[in-house]
């Protein structure tokens, strides 16, 4: 079974790091596109980050120069590193992957964790 | 930066009607980047339709796709109970990904 399992959220004060973990299992991560979507309370849904399977990736103007997408191949997991954090970060974040031959639509996804940052 | 305008911004029908759902880029798109997803309450999104008018796996036929660039289109037909929730739109262009502000569709 096709699964994404993210962990890492929690509540952090404005101006920390927090880094997120997605989990795959049921497939390679080395084949899909993995990507990073976010929804504030109440609010749409952000797409924020995707790492291709070549490595390179590519970030939404709200958090380039502070989130930075990795993957560990050997663990089948993708981290987000989210640096100086603001109130606007408040959010479910999403991982969510597709084969890369069947890119730009999002098939599977994870059940989200919630990122609070507060003082 | 792409800009997707769903309309109508609510919707409420009742079970058996058939709902239509708009969704309108800024700027020029392809119909293969173009999809639809449907999320209930506390649940993540689901994939309904990708490049424009094909189902994903397991999504009934009810749900159907349609339009090219700049305007786009999801028809539910037969509402059932399990099909009121919110539907966002779904583009891609310049490495970005970009979804609309949705569409609540509420039973009446």
């Known amino acids: 079974e096709v699964q994404l399992v993210e962990s890492g959220g929690g509540l952090i004060q404005p101006g920390g790091s927090l880094r997120l973990s997605c989990a795959a299992s049921g497939f390679s991560v080395t084949t899909h596109y993995l990507n990073w979507v976010r929804q504030a309370p109440g609010k749409g849904l952000e797409w924020i980050s995707v790492?291709?399977?070549?490595?390179?990736?590519f970030y939404a103007d709200s958090v380039r120069g502070r989130f930075s997408f990795s993957r560990d191949n050997s663990k089948n997991t993708v981290y987000l590193q989210m640096n100086r954090l603001t109130v606007d970060d408040t959010a479910v974040y999403y991982c969510?992957?597709?084969?890369?031959?069947?890119?730009?639509?999002?098939?599977?996804w994870g059940q989200g964790t919630l990122v609070t940052v507060s003082s | 930066e792409m800009v997707l305008t769903q309309s109508p911004g609510s919707l409420s029908l009742s079970p058996g009607d058939t709902a239509t759902l708009s969704c309108r880029a800024s700027q020029s798109v392809s119909d293969v980047y173009s999809a639809w997803y449907q999320q209930k309450p506390g649940q993540a999104p689901r994939l309904l339709i990708y490049?424009?008018?094909r189902r994903a796996t397991g999504i009934p036929d009810r749900f159907s796709g349609s339009g090219s660039g700049p305007d786009f289109t999801l028809t539910i037909s037969r509402l059932e109970p399990e099909d009121f929730a919110v539907y966002f739109c779904?583009?891609?262009?310049?490495?970005?990904?970009?979804f609309g502000q949705g569409t609540r569709l509420e039973i009446k």
């Open positions: 779904q583009q891609y262009g310049n490495s970005r990904i970009t």
């Open positions: 790492i291709y399977t070549s490595g390179d990736t």
């Open positions: 490049r424009a008018s």
């Open positions: 969510a992957s597709v084969p890369q031959w069947e890119w730009p639509s999002l098939d599977t």
